[in-house]
């Protein structure tokens, strides 16, 4: 009695449906890996105008004595994130610019990535609430650190 051979291959349906699978797999991976990465870059962003508007505080503590801003400037600046104010004359006092380079060479900001413009700045300034008491605040535009 002869005996028959048997295929012991993969049929084409059963090739293409792992094919399939694994498009759909690496499909839904990549989109996760991309999402942590952009996750990452927006949170590195962040940590490095932290970082930015500390050393410009400090900076500001010791380079510029810098007077009370009036109420309608310090509100609209810090709250409404609205810059139109800081080139007005009547408020050049109450804050300072401070560009990303200049803080470098302070050795107050390291920015070995070069992730940060050099030649953003950062505002300094004094906020002052409706009952006349002041604190210190820095505004960094989000376009600043974002390489």
Same mark, same amino acid.
């Given at each position: 009695?002869?005996? %028959?051979? +048997?295929?012991? @291959? ?10 399939? !699978?694994?498009?759909?797999? !690496?499909?839904?991976? &990549?989109?996760?890996?991309?999402? $942590? $990465? ?8 962040? *940590?490095?105008?932290?970082?930015? %508007?500390?050393?410009?505080?400090? #900076? ?14 310090? +509100?609209?600046?810090? *709250?409404? %994130?609205?810059?139109?104010? !800081? ?9 300072? %610019? $401070? ?5 470098? *060479?302070? @050795? ?6 070069? #992730? ?8 300094? #300034? ?5 009952? @006349?008491?002041? *604190?210190? +605040?820095? #505004?960094? &535009? ?6």
């Amino acid at each position: 009695m002869k005996m %028959k051979k +048997k295929n012991s @291959g993969f049929t084409l349906v059963e090739l293409l449906a792992v094919v399939v !699978i694994l498009a759909v797999v !690496i499909t839904l991976a &990549s989109r996760s890996v991309f999402r $942590i $990465i952009r996750n990452t870059k927006e949170q590195t962003a962040f *940590e490095m105008r932290e970082s930015l %508007k500390e050393a410009a505080l400090t #900076y500001s503590f010791t380079n510029a004595h810098l007077t009370k801003c009036s109420v309608s400037f310090s +509100k609209e600046l810090y *709250e409404n %994130k609205n810059t139109s104010h !800081i080139n007005d004359a009547a408020n050049a006092s109450c804050l300072t %610019k $401070i560009r990303v380079d200049t803080l470098k *060479e302070a @050795g107050l900001f390291e920015d070995n990535h070069e #992730y940060c413009n050099n030649s953003d700045t950062v505002v300094v #300034y004094r906020y002052t609430d409706t009952y @006349g008491n002041s *604190e210190y +605040k820095t #505004y960094a &535009s989000d376009s600043a650190c974002t390489n």
